[in-house]
C-alpha cells in the first residue's frame, strides 16, 4: 500500500524527535532511517494508537527468553489463536486461527495461557500514558484508543506528531511493549493508518490526499464492511472504494440502508464523529434489524438473549462494566423507542444485562411490530467494580459463577460451544437483515451512525 509519507518538505526523526533540515534518507542528526515526512505533517491532530501484538509482547516483556522466539497466546491445543507475535505471524499464524492449525505452521511455537487480568493492568498503565498527552482519549479496546490532540501545542511545546512519536518511545521505553500510531484528520482515517506499517509504525493520511488513497483500497477497509457484507458488495460487482466514489448518495442508501450513508460518506473520506472521553454518554451495545417484523415475547426473546451475551464478552474483552441497561427498539413504522434502567451495582454479566433487558421490553409489548432490537450498557466503568457477590440475592452470585464457568469453556472451545436454553437452536432469528451491519468497534457511543 502506498502513502505519501515522505514528503520531502517537512519531518522529523522518530528516535531522536529532530526536526528535518533536508531529504536525506537518514536523520542528520543520528543517522536513523525512521524519519516521518508529510505535507499536513503539522497539521494533523487526530490519532489511533494500537499496540502491536499486545497480548504476546507483554508476555515476551515479562520473559526476555521468547524474545526472539514465536509466541502465541491462546487456550490449549482444541482452542484458538488470540494473539500470535510477529514471528510467529511471519510463519502464517492469524488471531482466530483454531491452535492445532497455528502448530502445524509453526510446531516451534511456544503457547501461553492468556493471563487477561495482567494485560488490564498493563492497558490501564498504557492509557494512564495517553491521558498524558491529552484528555481526549477514547479507548475501543483494552489497547488501542483515539485520541484528539487539537490545542495541545502550547502545553507540550510541539506539534501532536512529534507529542505521538515521543509517546511511542515512552511505552518502549517505560511499559516495554511497541505500538504503532496513525494520525489523521478523521477517525476512520487515523484507525486505517495505525495499521498500515505494524509493528512499531507511525502513518500519515492527510485531507488532500484521502480520496485518491482510498479510491484504490478494497471495501473492506471500510468500518463496518465485514466479510459477509463484502460479499454482498462483491456480488453487486463492487470491490474497490473507488467505485463506491461514482455512485450517489440515494442509490447506496436505497441498496443498502444505513450501512449505505456509511459507505457514502466513509468512501469519500468524510467522517464527522468525534473523539470523546466521555465514559457517561458512552456505551457498549448491540443490535439487530429483523427480516420481518416481530412483535411478541417468542419472537424477540431469544434474540434479546444472543444480543446480551455480545455486550457482555464485549464488556470482558474490553475490562469494562456498566451501570445502566439501554434497551432499544425501532418500530415498523421506523419510530425509536429507548429505555434505561439503572442497577445498584455495574454490570458485565449477560444473564443481568438480558433479565433487566427483558423487564423493559415486557413493557413495550404492546401490539407494535418491532424491526429493530437493541440492548447496551452505559455509564461505564472498570469491571473491577462490577457484580459483587450479593448477599441478599444467593442465586446472583451463583449465577455469576455459572456464567464464569461458560465463559471458561467458550475461551476454549469457541463460542458455539456453550447456548443457553434461550438461543439454543434459534440463533437464526438473530441474524442481522444486512450481513455486517453489527459489525462494529466493541466501544462505541450509544446507538452512534454517521
Ligand atoms: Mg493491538
Same mark, same amino acid.
Given at each position: ?16 524527535l529532530?526536526?528535518?533540515p ?5 536523520c542528520?542528526?543520528c ?19 494500537d ?17 526472539d522466539?514465536?509466541?502465541i ?5 482444541r482452542g484458538?489463536?488470540?494473539?500470535a ?9 492469524r488471531?482466530?486461527?483454531?491452535m492445532?492449525?497455528a ?19 498493563v492497558g ?9 498527552l ?6 475501543i ?16 511545546g510541539?506539534p501532536?506528531a ?36 505494524k ?12 480520496h ?5 483500497q478494497?471495501v ?8 459477509a ?8 460487482g ?15 442508501m ?9 459507505l457514502?460518506?466513509?468512501? @469519500? !473520506?468524510?467522517? $464527522? ?5 466521555? &465514559?457517561?454518554?458512552k456505551?457498549?451495545? =448491540?443490535?439487530t434489524?429483523? /427480516? ?7 419472537d424477540?426473546?431469544?434474540?434479546l ?25 425501532k ?6 423507542r429507548?429505555r ?14 438480558f433479565?433487566?433487558?427483558l423487564?423493559?421490553?415486557r ?28 448477599l ?6 451463583k ?9 471458561a469453556?467458550?475461551?476454549?472451545f469457541? @463460542? !458455539?460451544?456453550? $447456548? ?5 437452536? &434459534?440463533?437464526?432469528?438473530?441474524k442481522? =437483515?444486512?450481513?455486517?451491519? /453489527?459489525?462494529?468497534p466493541d ?8
Amino acid at each position: 500500500m502506498h502513502t505519501a509519507v515522505n514528503d520531502p518538505e517537512h519531518g522529523f526523526c522518530r528516535d531522536c524527535l529532530t526536526p528535518q533540515p533536508n531529504a536525506a534518507p537518514r536523520c542528520a542528526r543520528c543517522g536513523s532511517p525512521r524519519l516521518v515526512r508529510h505535507p499536513e505533517l503539522y497539521r494533523l491532530h487526530l490519532a489511533h494508537i494500537d499496540c502491536d501484538a499486545f497480548y504476546a509482547a507483554v508476555e515476551k516483556r515479562d520473559n526476555p527468553a521468547l524474545k526472539d522466539r514465536p509466541v502465541i497466546v491462546g487456550g490449549g491445543k482444541r482452542g484458538v489463536v488470540s494473539t500470535a507475535c510477529y514471528i510467529a505471524r511471519i510463519n502464517g499464524v492469524r488471531s482466530a486461527m483454531p491452535m492445532f492449525k497455528a502448530l502445524e505452521a509453526c510446531p516451534e511455537a511456544v503457547v501461553i495461557k492468556p493471563d487477561m487480568e495482567k494485560y488490564a493492568r498493563v492497558g490501564r498503565e498504557v492509557r494512564a500514558m495517553m491521558q498524558d498527552l491529552t484528555p481526549l482519549v477514547e479507548p475501543i479496546s483494552i489497547d488501542e484508543a483515539f485520541l484528539d490532540l487539537a490545542g495541545t501545542e502550547r502545553l507540550h511545546g510541539m506539534p501532536p506528531a512529534i507529542v505521538l512519536a515521543r509517546f511511542e518511545k515512552r511505552l518502549e521505553r517505560e511499559i516495554g511493549i511497541t505500538a504503532s500510531v496513525g494520525l489523521s484528520y478523521c477517525k476512520f482515517l487515523a484507525k486505517v493508518a495505525s495499521d498500515f506499517r505494524k509493528p512499531r509504525g507511525f502513518s500519515v493520511i492527510g485531507e488532500a490526499e484521502a480520496h485518491d488513497f482510498l479510491a484504490m483500497q478494497p471495501v473492506t477497509l471500510i468500518w463496518g464492511v465485514g466479510k459477509a457484507f463484502a460479499a454482498t458488495l462483491e456480488r453487486d460487482g463492487i470491490r474497490t472504494i473507488g467505485q463506491l466514489q461514482k455512485m450517489e448518495q440515494a442509490e447506496l442508501m436505497r441498496r443498502y440502508g444505513s450501512m449505505g450513508n456509511r459507505l457514502y460518506h466513509l468512501s @469519500r !473520506g468524510r467522517d $464527522e464523529r468525534v473523539v470523546s472521553a466521555d &465514559r457517561d454518554t458512552k456505551s457498549v451495545s =448491540a443490535e439487530t434489524t429483523f /427480516d420481518q417484523d416481530f412483535g411478541k415475547m417468542d419472537d424477540l426473546v431469544p434474540v434479546l438473549r444472543a444480543l446480551s451475551e455480545k455486550v457482555s464478552a464485549r464488556l470482558k474483552k474490553a475490562g469494562l462494566a456498566g451501570r445502566t441497561v439501554v434497551l432499544k427498539l425501532k418500530s415498523n413504522d421506523f419510530r425509536i423507542r429507548t429505555r434505561n434502567r439503572q442497577l445498584e451495582d455495574p454490570t458485565r454479566l449477560a444473564d443481568r444485562i438480558f433479565s433487566t433487558g427483558l423487564e423493559l421490553l415486557r413493557r413495550e409489548i404492546d401490539g407494535t411490530k418491532y424491526r429493530l432490537l437493541g440492548i447496551g450498557v452505559s455509564d461505564l466503568c472498570d469491571a473491577g467494580k462490577a457484580d459483587p457477590p450479593d448477599l441478599v440475592d444467593t442465586r446472583s452470585h451463583k449465577r455469576a459463577l455459572a456464567e464464569g464457568a461458560i465463559d471458561a469453556l467458550r475461551d476454549k472451545f469457541g @463460542r !458455539g460451544a456453550v $447456548e443457553t436454553g434461550y438461543t439454543f437452536g &434459534r440463533g437464526h432469528r438473530g441474524k442481522p =437483515a444486512r450481513p455486517g451491519e /453489527d459489525d462494529e468497534p466493541d466501544v462505541r457511543h450509544p446507538w452512534e451512525r454517521i
